[in-house]
């Protein structure tokens, strides 16, 4: 059914948003990184970019 795998999908989107802001939040936290190991960092950068990604697709998704 088209309607359930929207539904599906925007409660996905929902939590992925959520993770979002949790990577944002880490990232805007100067002590995190300035304290952080350099790899640590870069790790949280590449997952924001990742969600980011997939946000961008579901997104998409939901509206068609």
């Known amino acids: 059914d088209v309607e359930q795998e929207k539904k ?20 805007s936290n100067e002590n995190y990184i300035k304290s952080a ?14 969600i980011e990604e997939k946000m961008k697709k579901m997104e998409e998704q939901v509206i068609d």
Request: aromatic fraction near 0%; charged fraction near 45%; proline fraction near 3%.
């Open 8 to 27: 599906r999908i925007e409660k996905e989107l929902e939590n992925i948003k959520k993770q979002h802001a949790q990577l944002c939040a880490r990232l």
């Open 37 to 50: 190991p350099e790899h640590l960092v870069e790790e949280t950068r590449k997952q924001k970019a990742e």
